[in-house]
């Protein structure tokens, strides 16, 4: 089935160090995200990227890096400098330009100690 | 800024109608999606305005009003299954299909 897979599933950091949610789609979409929802509250952009090898900061970036080397992968890696990184992560990608859905992993819980 | 407002929390019994109504403030529009939230899951697709009016999708439907940077969405035979988060986004960039997100209604259907 396609879908999108976001591993690990919750996962616990010593503060200091970085830590990388995986996220892969097979579904052929162009463009994927990564939102962070605190509880309660909405989901806020991190990153996009519309298309390999190239991504863009979203709304709170600061903290956080990406890379999209190819198509099905976009891994976002929550560093040191993010100054409150526990959260509900969420990945998610859409047919580029569609105007319309996007599709949302399982969400990884990230957790610092 | 921008901004999406909507109620944070609204409650309902088995059986009842429920509106959840959302107003925006972007610097762009190109259209209002409703996405339903269990708890600890993954948020999910509901139903999509690019034009005014309104959308019907089985018990649920959706309505924009752009004049106004309005819309809602109508749930209709409620059951205990529709307690969830229901969050509004708006597309508001052109050439991207980033969304911003309201901070979410909590729903609680009671039976």
């Known amino acids: 089935d396609g879908g999108i897979t976001q591993s690990p599933k919750y996962l616990f950091r010593k503060e200091g160090q970085n830590v990388t949610l995986s996220c892969e789609q097979n579904l052929n979409h162009d463009a994927m995200y990564w939102y962070r929802q605190d509880p309660g509250q909405g989901l806020r952009l991190i990153y996009y990227?519309?298309?390999?090898?190239?991504?863009q900061k979203g709304d709170i970036a600061e903290g956080y890096s990406v890379s999209r080397e190819k198509k099905e992968s976009f891994p976002l890696t929550v560093t040191s400098a993010q100054k409150n990184p526990t959260a509900f992560y969420l990945c998610?990608?859409?047919?580029?330009?569609?105007?319309?859905?996007?599709?949302f992993g399982e969400g990884s819980w990230l957790t610092v100690v | 800024g921008q901004s999406l407002e909507q109620p944070s929390e609204v409650t309902a019994v088995e059986g009842a109608i429920v509106q959840i109504n959302c107003t925006y403030q972007t610097s762009g529009f190109y259209g209002l999606s409703w996405y339903q939230q269990h708890d600890g899951g993954a948020p999910t697709f509901l139903s999509y305005n690019a034009l005014d009016g309104l959308e019907e999708t089985g018990r649920f439907s959706s309505f924009l009003s752009r004049s106004d940077s309005y819309g809602y969405l109508l749930l209709q035979e409620l059951q205990m299954k529709d307690s969830a988060s229901y969050f509004c986004a708006v597309r508001a960039s052109y050439n991207t299909d980033k969304l911003i997100f309201g901070t979410g209604t909590r729903l609680q259907v009671f039976p």
């Open positions: 998610a990608s859409s047919i580029r330009l569609s105007g319309n859905t996007i599709y």
């Open positions: 990227s519309q298309i390999v090898n190239d991504f």
